[in-house]
């Protein structure tokens, strides 16, 4: 028990330290933030496969021959590696009220398949075909970056050469000149991937009929990095 409380001691001696030095010594605290757009490259799907019937047998054999179905679709399909994975999968009995009574009428089948598409031109030709099958519907589309991690890497350093030249115009007007960072601190926030309204998406393929022109406008994905920067002053 004792190594432990010397080191909590040790880390909390040695921020007071850090702080201290910090007070004693004359710099600037500066905020640098950078942003840079990058064109999604993968599409995140998830889609739900439901049917209903008053005969489980018959619901359980119908629903297994979908999901399978379904399936076959999207192996054939350029997917990222992995990527597809059936989930929630469950059967529910099904209830409705009739002359003020809950009775049971049937019984719900219900899968949850998701799947990462890299090949952004196939989208309209997935959904075209996914539409074709009873009981498959579009619950989720979001657009992502493969390298998103490299893009936060890159637009991270240029976050931190905005908060050097902001620090360098203030110690300037102050007849001074900023040493080295005393402290960096990334104080960035990721957002999850895009959506994208499957309900719009629907509208837009059925006004160009399936075919001719993609249907989609992907836009492109906006990365923000924002850091704290303290840099020491000197003459």
Not at 72 to 77: A, H, I, M, N
Not at 221 to 235: A, G, H, S, Y
């Amino acid at each position: 028990m004792k190594p432990h409380i010397a080191i909590v001691l040790f880390s909390t001696l040695f921020v007071f330290a850090l702080n201290a030095h910090e007070l004693t010594v004359p710099h600037v605290s500066v905020t640098g933030t950078a942003t840079t757009y990058e064109e999604p490259d993968l599409i995140h799907w998830s889609i739900s496969v439901k049917n209903e019937g008053p005969s489980l047998p018959n619901v359980s054999q119908t629903h297994s021959q979908v999901v399978a179905n379904t399936l076959r679709l999207l192996k054939s399909q350029r997917l990222k590696k992995k990527s597809l994975q059936t989930t929630n999968m469950r059967f529910d009995e099904k209830y409705e009220y009739r002359e003020r009574e809950r009775k049971k009428v049937g019984y719900i089948a219900q899968t949850r398949i998701q799947f990462t598409l890299k090949n952004i031109d196939a989208y309209q030709q997935i959904w075209t075909e996914l539409a074709k099958i009873d009981g498959v519907s579009v619950e989720q589309v979001t657009y992502d970056i493969e390298n998103r991690i490299a893009l936060r890497d890159k637009t991270r350093v240029l976050a931190i050469k905005a908060a050097k030249r902001k620090a360098s115009a203030l110690a300037k007007a102050l007849d001074s000149d900023i040493a080295k960072p005393i402290l960096i601190e990334d104080i960035s926030y990721d957002p999850r991937p895009a959506k994208a309204s499957s309900a719009n998406a629907v509208r837009m393929l059925e006004s160009h009929g399936g075919g001719g022109d993609s249907a989609i406008a992907l836009g492109q994905i906006q990365v923000t990095m924002q850091v704290n920067v303290k840099f020491q002053l000197v003459d």
